[in-house]
């Protein structure tokens, strides 16, 4: 099966700065990849997806990248705020196929003021 | 308002004594799962439904029962808990195949 691997598990940046969100996917035939925010008390939330036919999507601040021939994918957030504040979650799947989401273990971001 | 409710929020139980985590969305969707969230962990799926009377195993289903009965109801069901199913548990609905997961707001369940 899919296997996600995410890093770092902590990521601490100053207000302003950006931060990067890295995860690495087993399975080639995976081509969904979203990225969930969780706040603390809260469920995900999905605040950014990509699809494999496609390499970088932006919306805002947030975007996300992708290297099919690495399987690797990335979360980056620029001008980070201090509601950015908030543990991240990669995830990887084959849209269309039975199986759910496999999601990495998740990035505890923290923007310091 | 487009939503994924749990009943209930925070359970304390002991070991053995059956329960019930109940799952509601109401936005149509075909397609409900469950996940535990674990320290260190990250979420793992226990078991996923299609459809009305149409579930499977996730990654994880060892101790964990649901059904299906109604499209917009897919209860989570411990016939007899154990520490080790002490965790935070939400239930997520998809419609179809493809798209984005929503996300109930959790049951945080302790065992002991």
């Known amino acids: 099966g899919e296997n996600v691997e995410q890093h770092p598990s902590t990521l601490s940046v100053q207000e302003g700065d950006s931060a990067v969100i890295k995860c690495t996917y087993s399975?080639?035939?995976?081509?969904?990849f979203p990225w969930y925010k969780q706040e603390l008390g809260k469920g995900p939330q999905l605040i950014i997806d990509i699809r494999s036919n496609v390499g970088e999507k932006k919306d805002q601040r947030i975007a996300v990248t992708l290297n099919k021939t690495a399987k690797h994918f990335s979360l980056h957030i620029t001008e980070t705020q201090p509601e950015d504040s908030a543990v991240y979650f990669c995830a990887a799947s084959i849209e269309g196929g039975a199986d759910g989401l496999t999601f990495g273990k998740g990035t505890h971001l923290i923007i310091q003021p | 308002e487009a939503q994924v409710t749990q009943n209930p929020r925070y359970l304390i139980t002991v070991t053995g004594k059956k329960l019930t985590v109940t799952c509601s969305q109401n936005?149509?969707?075909?397609?409900m799962s469950w996940y535990r969230q674990d320290p260190g962990l990250g979420l793992r799926q226990i078991y996923y439904?299609?459809?009305?009377?149409?579930?499977d195993k996730g990654d994880v289903p060892e101790g964990y029962k649901v059904s299906r009965k109604e499209k917009r109801n897919f209860p989570l069901i411990l016939e007899s808990p154990s520490p080790n199913q002490t965790s935070l548990y939400f239930c997520?609905?998809?419609?179809?195949?493809?798209?984005?997961?929503?996300f109930g707001p959790g049951t945080r369940l302790t065992v002991t």
């Open positions: 936005m149509n969707h075909e397609y």
């Open positions: 399975d080639s035939a995976s081509n969904y």
């Open positions: 439904s299609m459809n009305v009377e149409v579930t």
């Open positions: 997520a609905s998809r419609r179809g195949r493809e798209g984005e997961q929503y």
